[in-house]
């Protein structure tokens, strides 16, 4: 989501901690260490490994093939072929009295290694299963024979009751696409934005790039690829999240919403209470893979590897340099409320804390009165300070705090316990909206704990939202969690009838334990100066967020398009009727088809989308034109983003690219232009993963409204959207209030307008296929009917959606 405006602002200073590394270090040792961390990662996950190892088969196919084998024994066959003779032969002599144990002995050897090869060959059979791609490529509604054939195999190896990292060591690698299909690629995507000139030199370039360099950079990145599990992962992680220097307030964090039209609970101590002990369940689940992998169509999985760090994770700052602190386990959640921070421990001998007992302890620390120290109110505003900033007054603060900052920074999550109300109101429906989505984006800058992997925040009337951290993971991951939360909290644990969780509370609970600081006077000035640029940055962000329910997902299904398609070609018009002219326009899709994927641009703004966005700004041309070109601006967009899924997209290669060329001090004009773009239009969608979750016919207002990010350039917009069921989607638009360009509300209503006028193409479409086939239509002529409704709001069409 946030990722694009990281993505531009990454400078490769390739320092560390540790002081000032030379920009030459050689590329083999970089390589090297990167295939290094891939195996440590291995390590670290042992007993996920040894679970996940033996699948598709289970610990107890073992037994069974033993068995087996000792039956065949004992009717005097020999399955082996000779084979357990020789490794009796080669087993110590421990008498006669022991002949029988050297037999079992040799079985259990033959057993185990004939195990061991079924389980590699199946392992190699659905990794190669796995690397085709043939399914996504192919039109929306065709399976070709060779497609069938797949899946039936798919099926047949993968096993049964896959756990959340069965899959993980089946996955293939991702690939490194063709340096030249990369370049001619990029090419044809800027081409809509550039002038002729412009685009005459930067073909010059690319030229240049590959004539001179290109050739010995994708080397390296095919060495890596062949070493680390990912060849551009890591690099992601490193160079663009945890080497940032900006605040990760707005450019980076994300936020997810609550229900949009209800709220289960008034009281905030239960909603909380609740909210908590979901989280905490989904941690169990987790902790014993329980999850479910996610599987498209059922059947192709996806990487699970970015799961592992959702909980007990904080992004440590660093002079040059962040890194990420994961704990194994952690008993309690660090909550702010009024300035003051507490610990609340989660769990008990016997177990989790029941939500009743979790909503005492919250309305214990509602109910405190004592005031907050002196600038212990405003000391998370540090967290939102430019990272080296905040890693130089860490180390003061954790040399005179340290029993604090490990309470916060080793909790299970962060809590805040805002002392105002948020949500949609029917007073001021639209201001309220935009006020929810900024307070859960920014805050009053001193109340979320940013570094935390996320913050869960509970207003006043029980609404709640999300703070995520970024680094740590991608967006479908947090959502899967929050989609969970939400279900668990309102549909399974309930409320009882006076609002309260349900059960009792627990009276021989200690109080929850407040947390002192003893703040060194050096660090009052900073936490002055993180505030002030916190409250400017806060400031300055202007969201929007708004329900478009004359129609949704159906419709758009109805007339076999891509849902997502049919949006971003909604928001290329919307966006040249804001701003006169098309722009580089960034939307992020998934990557984890392959082991540690994470994320891949797909590049929007195409040239049919530009002829089609074209057509319709022209009152000459006619509907059915328009339609026409429509729909190729739809299946150009789709094979992007299928090419984008299957490793073959353009700014991951070429981002790893740049990372060589900076180890290598190879300058590269060609890609020193790449790097320099501005995404002046993100995008995101924000899946829903779990819809059996909710029942979204019986209870269509109990389904999360998504959530939103800060624009990635300074005069540019940050746009997400999700389908809430089937009629209806909420768009979340942000950009900054400095920039006399841009204007959230005024995007927004160029998004409501674009949808109607694409949707009255189809309607205009159906009409006249009516009257083709002699359907009575009000006698209106049979010739194509101008545009003459585009660019207006019809809302007399609106009412048939």
């Not at 009337?461 to 959502?479: F, M, Q, R, T, Y």
């Not at 009000?778 to 010739?783: A, T, V």
Request: aromatic share 10%; proline share 5%; with cysteine.
């Amino acid at each position: 989501m946030a990722e694009a405006h990281q993505a531009v602002g990454f400078r490769p200073s390739l320092t560390s901690d540790a002081g000032e590394v030379e920009l030459s270090a050689p590329m083999l040792q970089e390589i090297y260490l990167s295939g290094l961390r891939s195996w440590k990662r291995h390590l670290s996950r042992f007993w996920n490994d040894f679970l996940t190892g033996v699948f598709p088969a289970s610990p107890l196919s073992w037994l069974f093939l033993f068995s087996a084998i000792q039956l065949a024994w004992f009717l005097q066959l020999d399955p082996s072929l000779g084979l357990m003779e020789k490794i009796k032969e080669l087993l110590p002599d421990w008498g006669g009295q022991h002949h029988r144990l050297r037999g079992v002995l040799a079985a259990a050897l033959f057993a185990s290694c004939l195990w061991g090869a079924l389980i590699f060959t199946l392992h190699v059979a659905l990794r190669l299963l796995l690397s085709y791609h043939g399914w996504l490529l192919q039109p929306h509604g065709a399976t070709s024979s060779r497609t069938k054939t797949w899946l039936a195999l798919v099926r047949i190896f993968s096993g049964r009751h896959p756990m959340l990292f069965s899959y993980q060591r089946s996955l293939p690698r991702q690939p490194v696409p063709s340096v030249q299909d990369t370049v001619r690629k990029y090419l044809e995507s800027v081409r809509p934005v550039l002038s002729d000139e412009d685009f005459d030199w930067t073909a010059a370039l690319a030229r240049e790039f590959l004539r001179l360099q290109a050739s010995l950079l994708q080397w390296y990145l095919q060495l890596k690829s062949w070493w680390a599990s990912n060849y551009v992962s890591d690099w992601w992680e490193e160079f663009v999240y945890l080497r940032s220097r900006n605040s990760l307030m707005v450019n980076s964090n994300y936020y997810m919403m609550d229900f949009l039209y209800v709220t289960p609970t008034p009281v905030q101590a239960a909603r909380a209470g609740n909210a908590v002990h979901a989280l905490l369940l989904y941690r169990h689940r987790l902790n014993r893979q329980e999850i479910l992998p996610t599987l498209l169509m059922g059947m192709r999985p996806l990487c699970s590897a970015q799961y592992e760090k959702i909980f007990n994770t904080t992004r440590i700052p660093g002079v040059h340099k962040d890194h990420i602190r994961h704990l194994r386990d952690s008993r309690h959640v660090a909550v702010f409320h009024r300035g003051r921070f507490f610990r609340v421990g989660t769990h008990t001998q016997s177990g989790l804390l029941s939500p009743r007992a979790l909503e005492q302890q919250f309305q214990r620390i509602l109910d405190d009165p004592s005031p907050a120290c002196p600038h212990e109110e405003h000391l998370a505003a540090l967290t939102a300070a430019p990272r080296d900033v905040w890693a130089q007054v860490r180390r003061s603060l954790k040399t005179q705090a340290q029993e604090a900052l490990e309470a916060v920074e080793g909790a299970a999550f962060f809590v805040s316990l805002d002392s105002e109300p948020a949500g949609l109101t029917r007073e001021d429906p639209a201001a309220s909206l935009d006020a929810y989505a900024h307070a859960l984006l920014a805050g009053r800058g001193h109340d979320r704990w940013f570094d935390k992997s996320f913050s869960l925040i509970v207003f006043s009337n029980g609404k709640l939202g999300l703070s995520v951290e970024h680094s740590w993971a991608d967006c479908p991951i947090s959502g899967h969690m929050w989609e969970f939360t939400l279900a668990t909290e309102c549909f399974q644990l309930g409320y009882a009838a006076d609002g309260h969780c349900k059960g009792h509370p627990d009276l021989s609970l200690p109080q929850p334990q407040r947390l002192h600081w003893d703040l060194p006077d050096k660090i009052h000035l900073s936490i002055s100066l993180a505030l002030r640029g916190a409250k400017t940055l806060s400031g300055n962000i202007d969201c929007h967020v708004f329900p478009f329910s004359h129609f949704g997902k159906s419709f758009i299904k109805r007339w076999h398009l891509s849902s997502d398609s049919f949006i971003q070609m909604a928001l290329q018009l919307a966006y040249f009727r804001d701003r006169g002219q098309f722009c580089l326009t960034y939307e992020s899709t998934m990557t984890r088809l392959f082991l540690e994927g994470r994320t891949e641009t797909v590049r929007s703004c195409t040239r049919e989308a530009c002829n089609f966005v074209r057509a319709m700004e022209d009152k000459e041309k006619t509907d059915p034109q328009c339609l026409a070109l429509f729909r190729l601006a739809v299946d150009k967009h789709q094979a992007l983003l299928k090419a984008a899924m299957s490793g073959q997209g353009v700014d991951r290669h070429l981002f790893a690219l740049y990372i060589v060329s900076q180890f290598l001090h190879l300058q590269s004009p060609f890609l020193d232009q790449v790097h320099s773009e501005q995404w002046q239009l993100a995008t995101s969608q924000i899946p829903v993963q779990q819809i059996h979750l909710f029942d979204v016919h019986s209870y269509p207002d109990y389904v999360s409204s998504g959530g939103g990010f800060g624009p990635a350039d300074d005069h540019g917009y940050g746009v997400s959207y999700i389908f809430m069921g089937d009629d209806v989607i909420t768009f979340h638009i942000s950009s900054k209030k400095s920039s006399t360009r841009t204007d959230s509300h005024r995007l927004g209503q160029h998004i409501e307008d674009a949808l109607l006028d694409v949707a009255a193409l189809f309607q205009e479409g159906q009409r006249l296929k009516r009257r083709g086939l002699g359907e009575d239509d009000s006698g209106h002529s049979r010739d194509s009917l101008p545009c003459h409704t585009r660019g207006s709001r019809a809302p007399t069409t609106a009412t048939n959606f």
